[in-house]
């Protein structure tokens, strides 16, 4: 097989967590960059709640939501300067939340890419 019908491959790297639908945006902060932040279907289906993630965050969505929207506590990640965390109070059970979330100097809004429980 000649290289000219192979197909040419595709640039997936730190775009898998953008696919699917949006599960929820939030408005813009100044604790967010001035920026909306995303949540995606996929990045809560496959990175989040499935088995051995972060089960306990199942039907969390609205208390992710709020840890952004209005966290406790807020910092940069130590591991990625393009990170920030957020810290919430879950109201369901009073469990700290932390939701990990991405921001690019090419993006107009930030992405979760990760919410679990903080211990």
Not at 2 to 26: E, H, L, Y
Not at 66 to 95: R, W
Request: aromatic content about 10%; some cysteine.
């Amino acid at each position: 097989m000649s290289n000219s019908k192979r197909r040419p491959k595709r640039k997936t790297k730190g775009t898998a967590f953008r696919k699917g639908g949006i599960v929820f945006q939030t408005k813009p902060t100044s604790h967010t960059r001035n920026l909306p932040v995303r949540l995606y279907q996929q990045t809560w289906n496959e990175h989040v709640i499935p088995p051995n993630h972060h089960p306990e965050m199942v039907g969390r969505e609205l208390e992710v939501k709020s840890a952004v929207e209005t966290p406790f506590f807020h910092c940069s990640s130590d591991k990625d300067l393009d990170v920030e965390l957020y810290y919430g109070q879950a109201a369901s059970d009073n469990i700290t939340i932390r939701v990990a979330v991405k921001f690019n100097s090419s993006w107009d809004y930030g992405i979760i890419v990760s919410a679990a429980r903080s211990d």
